[in-house]
T-cell receptor
Framework: AQSVTQLDSHVSVSEGTPVLLRCNYS??????LFWYVQHPNKGLQLLLK??????LVKGINGFEAEFKKSETSFHLTKPSAHMSDAAEYFC??????????FGTGTKLQVIP | NAGVTQTPKFQVLKTGQSMTLQCAQD?????MSWYRQDPGMGLRLIHY???????DQGEVPNGYNVSRSTTEDFPLRLLSAAPSQTSVYFC??????????????FGEGSRLTVL
């Protein structure tokens, strides 16, 4: 069995300040973990993925995430928020075969 | 390269009507899937396919049918639409015959309203 919990449904930051979106997971396997971003009225786009290589994963647009097995976490961070980062972000866990589980999403608001 | 193409983008149905949401991909991906997105619930898997002729149920399959006669196409059929099926539907594909082995590629979504 696997599950993913996004700890915040909404996060609000000022432009230029750091972003932290939190994700905890549960998996019976060695999971693959992903972060996707969805801009309004668009499909989802991959930000980054962890597949048991380096625990610190760098993605597009300056985002990165750190896999912490002991804490079962995969938090998404960015040093400095930009207005274009305003979107909904989904943490996703996969067993690498057929089962993919999405978190409920975190809406990021960036205040100018 | 079009990626994953969904049609229609918008549809309004009356309760009891049937319809088909179309999904096509041109990346030769073996794995294709349908999700529905509802506020506060993330994406939930409806049906998926790991190759032509093979389909299986996901988390919320009731009221939906799928078939996979070709690698490229994976249509989703609503047999008798209900207001509870009002949602945004996403088709996604991934490479790998054995199933999901990496990134999911999403279409832009089909917004369905059932009155």
């Amino acid at each position: 069995a696997q599950s993913v919990t996004q700890l915040d449904s909404h996060v609000s930051v000022s432009e230029g300040t750091p972003v932290l979106l939190r994700c905890n997971y549960s998996s019976s396997y060695s999971p693959s973990l992903f972060w996707y971003v969805q801009h309004p009225n668009k499909g989802l786009q991959l930000l980054l993925k962890y597949t048991s290589a380096a625990t610190l994963v760098k993605g597009i647009n300056g985002f990165e995430a750190e896999f912490k097995k002991s804490e079962t976490s995969f938090h998404l961070t960015k040093p400095s928020a930009h207005m274009s980062d305003a979107a909904e972000y989904f943490c996703v866990v996969s067993d690498g075969y057929q089962k993919v589980t999405f978190g409920t999403g975190t809406k990021l608001q960036v205040i100018p | 390269n079009a990626g994953v193409t969904q049609t229609p983008k918008f549809q309004v149905l009356k309760t009891g009507q049937s319809m088909t949401l179309q999904c096509a991909q041109d990346m030769n991906h073996e794995y294709m899937s349908w999700y529905r997105q509802d506020p506060g619930m993330g994406l939930r898997l409806i049906h998926y396919s790991v190759g032509a002729g093979i389909t299986d149920q996901g988390e919320v399959p009731n009221g939906y049918n799928v078939s996979r006669s070709t690698t490229e196409d994976f249509p989703l059929r609503l047999l008798s639409a209900a207001p509870s099926q009002t949602s945004v539907y996403f088709c996604a594909s991934s490479y790998g015959r054995g199933g999901l082995s990496g990134e999911l590629f999403f279409g832009e979504g089909s917004r369905l309203t059932v009155l």
